[in-house]
């Protein structure tokens, strides 16, 4: 823990009133910490930057937070950048939110190489069989917890319901249902203020000892269209040369254009946190450009979630073995790195842009309730998304057919009751009880599951 002693709270703004070198080492113990998806990731942030070290408070902490949550893409990291460049401006935020992703990043290349490397040894297939069916319990947990913080009233379960249908039934494009239910949530707001509950006594009042550093030594800049033109034009430039020079050097029709095409769009329709994200984003990689199959997909997530850094990093998995297996002329093993780290930049580089281009003005809109309200109804509709996402995998997951029903407007696939996995829906039951009954971690619940797989391939169980 950094004591008083090592801050500066009457230091000006040229003198940040946390040493940046302090801060720095602070935001890499923090990315070694950051398992368990968005909410355990916001949780370390938390507990070390609010609760232990103080050098926010909670009310700009949780100002923060919904505005990261508003935005598309990973919030916790978005959050992480926010912070950052609360304590040290620009290059504050840049760090934060580097270093928030830099672990993750380097571990899940290491693990999609193994995966394509030994991920059809019998071995390697066992230990998915475990890990796949762990992930649906995990997907349900998520459910559980947001919608107990999201669904506060009878309109906001409806929302959720809807977009749950929505998606489930209809397969109504995934940015439209987000689009509507931030519309929803400002309408009804507006005409019914009373159906809408935007949680303002939560946000009343810090809990405990006030931070050490006071609200007005955070680093602020006022917004201005000077600086927004600058942000937005360096931030454009660094985002999208990338994916045109790849274009230019492997052409339009390659698997690196097509995926930094399509990460990049992503990274802007994609709101509501890592499972809304990997909604689309399955939806998409499986079906339409065909990276990769359903139940690869599933054990992507299993591997992300063993790793540390946002669960959107399971992009980086999609990407590689998508640019593996069409490599074009490169070999197989330079085109898949190449790939998931084009995803990776072209993936979090719009987290960057959006947190440093709309801080100013966040600031500036502290306790702007229309922007609370339409976040309400987006928080909403992100609990129908999710359970959504955890339908697709159970599918996927525990039956080996499915049948595809298209017509009257319905689009959706059914599970063939005949080909129910056995093993798959015992290890997800188990790992149900660990995380539901007995509050394991995910990581603990994630190590059982992968040795129960272990074990039934060891015995000579169907693990396919």
Same mark, same amino acid.
């Given at each position: 823990m950094t004591s008083d002693a090592e801050l500066r709270p009457g230091a000006g703004a040229s003198e940040p009133a946390v040493p940046f070198g302090t801060a720095v080492r602070a935001w890499f113990a923090i990315s070694l910490q950051t398992f368990g998806g968005p909410a355990g990731q916001i949780a370390v942030m938390q507990r070390t930057l609010v609760d232990e070290k103080r050098w926010i408070g909670q009310r700009r902490f949780l100002h923060a937070m919904n505005y990261c949550m508003l935005l598309p893409g990973p919030e916790a990291?978005?959050? =992480?950048?926010?912070? %950052? @460049?609360? !304590? #040290?401006?620009? /290059?504050?935020?840049?760090?934060?939110? +580097?270093l928030f992703v830099l672990p993750g990043v380097l571990a899940l290349l290491a693990l999609a190489a193994v995966y394509v490397a030994f991920g059809s040894t019998t071995a390697v297939t066992a230990l998915f069989a475990g890990l796949a069916p762990a992930v649906l319990a995990i997907v349900a947990q998520a459910v559980v917890r947001v919608a107990k913080r999201a669904l506060t009233s009878p309109a906001l379960v409806a929302i959720a319901v809807a977009s749950f249908l929505a998606l489930a039934l209809f397969a109504v494009p995934?940015?439209?249902?987000?689009?509507? =239910?931030?519309?929803? %949530? @400002?309408? !009804? #707001?507006?005409? /019914?203020?009373?159906?809408?509950?935007? +949680?303002?006594?939560?946000?009343?009042?810090?809990?405990?000892?006030?931070?050490?550093?006071?609200?007005?030594?955070?680093?602020?800049?006022?917004?201005?269209?000077?600086?927004?033109?600058?942000?937005?034009?360096?931030?454009?430039?660094?985002?999208?040369?990338?994916?045109?020079?790849?274009?230019?050097?492997?052409?339009?029709?390659?698997?690196?254009?097509?995926?930094?095409?399509?990460?990049?769009?992503?990274?802007?329709?994609?709101?509501?946190?890592?499972?809304?994200?990997?909604?689309?984003? =399955?939806?998409?990689?499986?079906?339409?450009?065909?990276?990769?199959?359903?139940?690869?997909m599933v054990r992507g997530l299993a591997l992300a979630e063993t790793t540390p850094g946002p669960l959107i990093m399971v992009v980086q998995f999609v990407a590689f073995l998508g640019a593996y297996r069409d490599p074009g002329t490169l070999d197989p093993w330079v085109a898949a790195v190449l790939a998931s780290l084009l995803v990776t930049w072209v993936t979090f580089v719009p987290s960057f842009l959006f947190v440093l281009l709309g801080a100013p003005y966040m600031e500036r809109l502290r306790g702007n309730r229309s922007l609370s309200a339409a976040l309400t109804g987006i928080t909403a509709a992100v609990v129908g998304v999710i359970a959504n996402l955890g339908v697709y995998f159970a599918v996927h997951t525990l039956f080996a057919e499915t049948d595809a029903v298209d017509g009257w407007l319905l689009a959706l696939e059914l599970p063939d009751p005949a080909s129910l996995r056995p093993l798959a829906l015992g290890i997800g039951l188990v790992a149900a009880v660990l995380i539901f009954a007995l509050r394991w971690s995910v990581l603990r619940t994630l190590g059982v599951c992968a040795l129960l797989g272990l074990a039934a391939g060891l015995f000579g169980l169907a693990v396919h």
């Amino acid at each position: 823990m950094t004591s008083d002693a090592e801050l500066r709270p009457g230091a000006g703004a040229s003198e940040p009133a946390v040493p940046f070198g302090t801060a720095v080492r602070a935001w890499f113990a923090i990315s070694l910490q950051t398992f368990g998806g968005p909410a355990g990731q916001i949780a370390v942030m938390q507990r070390t930057l609010v609760d232990e070290k103080r050098w926010i408070g909670q009310r700009r902490f949780l100002h923060a937070m919904n505005y990261c949550m508003l935005l598309p893409g990973p919030e916790a990291q978005q959050l =992480a950048t926010y912070v %950052g @460049w609360l !304590l #040290h401006g620009t /290059r504050g935020g840049l760090v934060a939110g +580097g270093l928030f992703v830099l672990p993750g990043v380097l571990a899940l290349l290491a693990l999609a190489a193994v995966y394509v490397a030994f991920g059809s040894t019998t071995a390697v297939t066992a230990l998915f069989a475990g890990l796949a069916p762990a992930v649906l319990a995990i997907v349900a947990q998520a459910v559980v917890r947001v919608a107990k913080r999201a669904l506060t009233s009878p309109a906001l379960v409806a929302i959720a319901v809807a977009s749950f249908l929505a998606l489930a039934l209809f397969a109504v494009p995934f940015p439209v249902v987000v689009l509507v =239910a931030g519309f929803l %949530g @400002w309408a !009804l #707001h507006r005409r /019914r203020p009373a159906g809408l509950p935007l +949680g303002g006594g939560k946000e009343a009042a810090d809990d405990g000892p006030p931070p050490v550093i006071p609200d007005d030594v955070l680093h602020t800049e006022l917004p201005s269209t000077r600086r927004t033109v600058r942000v937005l034009v360096v931030g454009l430039l660094v985002w999208g040369l990338p994916v045109a020079a790849v274009a230019l050097l492997t052409g339009a029709g390659s698997v690196f254009t097509q995926q930094g095409l399509f990460f990049s769009g992503a990274a802007v329709v994609t709101f509501g946190g890592a499972y809304a994200v990997l909604a689309y984003v =399955a939806q998409q990689a499986v079906s339409v450009y065909g990276w990769l199959a359903p139940g690869e997909m599933v054990r992507g997530l299993a591997l992300a979630e063993t790793t540390p850094g946002p669960l959107i990093m399971v992009v980086q998995f999609v990407a590689f073995l998508g640019a593996y297996r069409d490599p074009g002329t490169l070999d197989p093993w330079v085109a898949a790195v190449l790939a998931s780290l084009l995803v990776t930049w072209v993936t979090f580089v719009p987290s960057f842009l959006f947190v440093l281009l709309g801080a100013p003005y966040m600031e500036r809109l502290r306790g702007n309730r229309s922007l609370s309200a339409a976040l309400t109804g987006i928080t909403a509709a992100v609990v129908g998304v999710i359970a959504n996402l955890g339908v697709y995998f159970a599918v996927h997951t525990l039956f080996a057919e499915t049948d595809a029903v298209d017509g009257w407007l319905l689009a959706l696939e059914l599970p063939d009751p005949a080909s129910l996995r056995p093993l798959a829906l015992g290890i997800g039951l188990v790992a149900a009880v660990l995380i539901f009954a007995l509050r394991w971690s995910v990581l603990r619940t994630l190590g059982v599951c992968a040795l129960l797989g272990l074990a039934a391939g060891l015995f000579g169980l169907a693990v396919h």
